[in-house]
């Protein structure tokens, strides 16, 4: 069974940086689009950014030019710098990958289980 494990939440001053990673663990044929999502209190999930298998970035309109995505194939992670944070970018923050188990299998979404991001002004 496939799992999503993030790393690298935290609390920080406006201004400050973050890094967050996520890592795949279990079977995994092949690996399509990952990315992170966040969801604040009381508001929707939102993309933040994605990167597809083959390395093309795609950003929220509120964090292009702040934050960065990237990923290894090899390892199966991705991983997300946040500079210049916000108090408007606190949230929960979660891993999403889209994965196929098996040769025969269907590619899946699968999700992490979150990660806390709290930028204080």
């Known amino acids: 069974q496939v799992q999503l494990v993030e790393s690298g939440g935290g609390s920080v001053q406006a201004g400050g940086s973050l890094r967050l990673s996520c890592g795949a663990s279990?079977?995994?044929?092949?690996?399509?689009?990952m990315g992170w999502y966040r969801q604040a209190p009381g508001k929707r999930r939102e993309l933040v950014a994605s990167?597809?298998?083959?390395?093309?970035?795609n950003y929220g309109d509120s964090v292009k030019g702040r934050f960065t995505i990237d990923r290894d194939n090899a390892k199966n992670t991705v991983s997300m710098q946040m500079d210049n944070l916000k108090p408007e970018d606190t949230a929960v923050y979660y891993c999403?990958?889209?994965?196929?188990?098996?040769?025969?299998?269907?590619?899946?979404?699968?999700w992490g289980q979150g990660t806390q991001v709290t930028v204080s002004s």
């Open positions: 999403n990958a889209y994965f196929a188990v098996s040769i025969l299998s269907s590619v899946n979404s699968y």
């Open positions: 279990g079977s995994i044929f092949r690996v399509g689009t």
């Open positions: 990167i597809s298998s083959g390395g093309v970035a």
